[in-house]
Every structure is written in C-alpha cells, then in structure tokens.
C-alpha cells in the first residue's frame, strides 16, 4: 500500500479553471514536497513545506499537520500547466528517503 | 548554475550489456540522490551520498547495481550484468542540506535494455 495517496489520479479541466490536487499520508512526517514533471520527463520541485501555506506565482500549497493533508491549488490554470504533479514527504524517522505519490496527472484544455 | 547534469540522456542497450550513468550536481551540494522512475513503481530512491560518502544504498535492487561518488562533482551508476527490466527512467539530484530542502534533479537518463 502506499504511503502517500495523491487524488485525483488523473484530471481534465478547462483554461482558466481553479483547480485542486490533495494529498494524504499516514505517519509524522519532516516536510512535504511537491514536485512538477512535465511531459518531457523533467522534474521540479514546487514547494517544500512543513506547516501552513506557501504561495508562487499562480500555485498554493497548504498542509495540515494534525490531518495528515496537503493540497496543491492551481489558479487560471493554462495549458501550460499540464504535467504530472507529485506529493512526496520525508518522515520523520531520520531516513533520509522521501516517499513519492505515484501523481496525478493534469490536461488543461485551451 | 548548469543545474544538475546528467548523461547520456538516452541508453539502449542489449541484455548483459555494462551499463554506466553519470551525474554531476549543483556546485556546492553535498547530498547527491539516485532514483529510479517506472510506470508500475513510480519514483524510488535507490542510494543518496552525502559528502561523497554512500550513506543509504537500501533501495539498490541487486548487486548487479553499484553506484560511486569519486569526488563532490560525479557521481556514477553502474548496472552489470543489465537486464530488460531495468529499463526505466533514472534520474539524479542534489541539494545542500538533505531531505527538509527542495530537490534539484538532472533531466534523468531514459534507460532500454533489449
């Protein structure tokens, strides 16, 4: 089972749409990640955070420590958002190994 | 900065052939990560280093894997004998500090094996 469930696994929406990925895990966690990889293959890292809300450009990420969930808010969304978006999170066990998603998948439609 | 860099970009290569991949971070970060990405299994780390020195290699499928870190700007993965399902996409990254620090990776080598 994995450990991190990202929702929806796969979402169309229309240019200019707001949109909302989530993500759940289980256990204490570090950090929280959310990564982009674009249909090229390439991966970059949005946000790290550990407590609250972080904002870049047209992206927001919030996490809620006690329920064990993030979100990734994606607003006027454009065609050039389409790509595979990733949770991922560090425990805190001390590994250093980040848990991935498997992603959810976004078309953004023009 | 170039980023993190990787090559060859594209491998195929016939079963039981050597297979090597290179990496070379971000100047001045000291923990480098190897993953592995496939449809089934998603991203997977396979070993991370810090300071050069291999600190997690758990995620190494077999020994027909090894991975080194000759100094603080290359690192190498390895794969002998390699075998059709190896193939997957292997990528790269570095960052300063560990885990609780955002990830730079490579482009990632997309590997077939014949």
């Known amino acids: 089972k994995n450990e991190v469930e990202q929702s929806p696994q796969n979402l169309t929406a229309q240019e200019g749409e707001f949109i909302t990925i989530n993500c759940s895990y289980s256990v204490g966690i570090s950090a929280l990640h959310w990564l982009q990889q674009h249909p090229g293959g390439g991966i970059v890292s949005l946000f790290m955070l550990s407590s609250g809300k972080k904002k870049h450009g047209r992206l927001i990420a919030t996490i809620n420590i006690q329920e064990k969930h993030s979100s990734l808010h994606i607003t006027a969304s454009h065609p050039r958002d389409s790509a595979v978006y990733i949770c991922a999170y560090t425990p805190t066990s001390g590994t250093y190994k980040y848990i991935f998603g498997t992603g959810t998948r976004l078309k953004v439609l023009a | 900065d170039a980023g993190v860099i990787q090559s060859p970009r594209h491998e195929v290569t016939e079963m039981g052939q050597e297979v090597t991949l290179r990496c070379k971070p971000i100047s001045g970060h000291d923990y480098l990560f190897w993953y592995r990405q496939t449809m089934m299994r998603g991203l997977e780390l396979l070993i991370y280093?810090?300071?050069?020195?291999?600190?997690?290699d758990s995620g190494m499928p077999e020994d027909r894997f090894s991975a080194k870190m000759p100094n603080a700007s290359f690192s190498t993965l390895k794969i002998q004998p390699s075998e059709p399902r190896d193939s997957a996409v292997y990528f790269c990254?570095?960052?300063?500090?560990?885990?609780?620090?955002?990830?730079?990776f490579g482009s990632g080598t997309q590997l077939s094996v014949l």
């Open positions: 990254a570095s960052n300063r500090q560990g885990p609780n620090e955002k990830l730079f």
């Open positions: 280093f810090n300071n050069n020195v291999p600190i997690d």
